[in-house]
């Protein structure tokens, strides 16, 4: 399938650790931001989002951290798992009718 | 449950021959559609989107142009394709600024 993440950074986590993704926005008039995960091959599934007038979230072993003031979103997965492994893109609403994509983290997890 | 489709999964193509990119949406209506491209280990750039039937707006000029024909269509198409339109082509929709959510990608081979 089609390769991503030749280019991009790698944060590589053992197992059972937490991962911490981190993303700089760009425009400070964006909203809505999102948390993608793509693996080799397929389109970005959605993880996790977060509005503008929160700035914590939390999923199922997921929390997303949002700090406007430094224009700054992290990703924190808990208890990392292989199945993590992938590319993870961070997504921002400049305006409600575009989608604009940060330039993704390569997560390798290790036994 | 909303749904998207898009076809081919893989297409190669000779330079200087025409594309047709289809993405279709079911389960919702008047969503947002949006064309992505994503070169090999590199992230999405945001190609085209439409906000209704007929209207499209084009992000970056390029070799390839979109048309919307029905409300839950959207159609990618170039008329002579370069090798640089290589890529792994990701559809989109929106609707309200909420689900964001992609197709399984296309990923064209121009030879």
């Known amino acids: 399938g089609e390769s991503v993440g030749l280019h991009l950074p790698t944060l590589s986590v053992q197992e059972g650790d937490n991962s911490i993704i981190n993303c700089a926005y760009s425009n400070s008039a964006s909203d809505y931001f999102i948390w993608y995960k793509q693996e080799s091959g397929k389109g970005p599934q959605f993880i996790i989002d977060?509005?503008?007038?929160?700035d914590k979230r939390q999923g199922q072993r997921v929390t997303v951290l949002l700090n406007k003031t430094v224009k700054h979103l992290s990703l924190q997965i808990a208890a990392t798992q292989p199945g993590d492994s992938a590319v993870y893109f961070c997504a921002e609403t400049p305006d409600t009718d575009k989608l604009i994509f940060g330039t993704g983290t390569r997560l390798q997890v290790f036994p | 449950s909303q749904t998207i489709h898009q076809w081919p999964a893989t297409l190669v193509q000779p330079v200087g021959s025409p594309l047709s990119l289809e993405c279709t949406v079911e389960?919702?209506?008047?969503?947002?559609l949006y064309w992505y491209r994503q070169a090999a280990g590199r992230g999405l750039q945001l190609l085209f989107y439409s906000v209704g039937i007929g209207q499209i707006s084009s992000e970056v000029p390029q070799n390839l142009s979109a048309s919307r024909p029905q409300d839950r269509q959207f159609i990618l198409s170039s008329k002579k394709l370069l090798l640089s339109d290589s890529g792994f082509y990701l559809c989109?929709?929106?609707?309200?600024?909420?689900?964001?959510?992609f197709g399984s990608g296309t990923r064209l081979t121009v030879v």
């Open positions: 989109a929709w929106s609707v309200r600024n909420y689900g964001y959510t």
């Open positions: 389960g919702t209506s008047n969503p947002n």
């Open positions: 977060i509005r503008s007038n929160m």
